[in-house]
């Protein structure tokens, strides 16, 4: 089974992750289910060095260079960090951030309420993360 994955960020017109196909092992019946094999995917595959640009293409258009301008940071996507990820802390992270508002979960235009809600996963379903700006201010 494959998905679709989409990453975007509210305020952005350029998605943060195209849309990009993931095989799954196997369909998961809830959103948590579903972000721990997503997240022990990418994990794993960060954790291998697949997550690293090739040496081959090191060189930046001026759209991402521009991109990257807005983050503050411009970089080759050099692993700087030798250290091996954990899954579980990741996981987590990544539960805790939902539970916390800082991104919804749609899968093909679907809002997925919570973490324990029930999904039916097709393959080539469009699975989207959108990313909520955090808003900075005084609480007085």
Not at 58 to 83: C, H, M, W
Request: overall charge negative; charged content about 25%; some cysteine.
């Amino acid at each position: 089974m494959q998905i679709l994955i989409l990453v975007k960020q509210i305020g952005k017109r350029k998605p943060i992750l195209g849309e990009m196909a993931l095989p799954l092992p196997h369909s998961p019946s809830t959103l948590e289910e579903l972000i721990t094999l997503i997240v022990t995917l990418e994990v794993e595959r960060y954790n291998s060095g697949d997550a690293a640009q090739s040496k081959v293409l090191t060189a930046l258009t001026e759209d991402q260079i521009a991109d990257q301008l807005e983050s503050g940071k411009v970089g080759f996507g050099a692993r700087y960090n030798p250290n091996q990820q954990d899954v579980v802390l990741a996981i987590e992270n990544a539960c805790l951030s939902y539970k916390d508002g800082l991104y919804k979960a749609f899968i093909n235009d679907r809002e997925i309420g919570n973490l324990d809600e029930r999904i039916e996963l097709q393959d080539n379903d469009r699975v989207m993360f959108i990313r909520l700006a955090m808003l900075a201010g005084r609480m007085w």
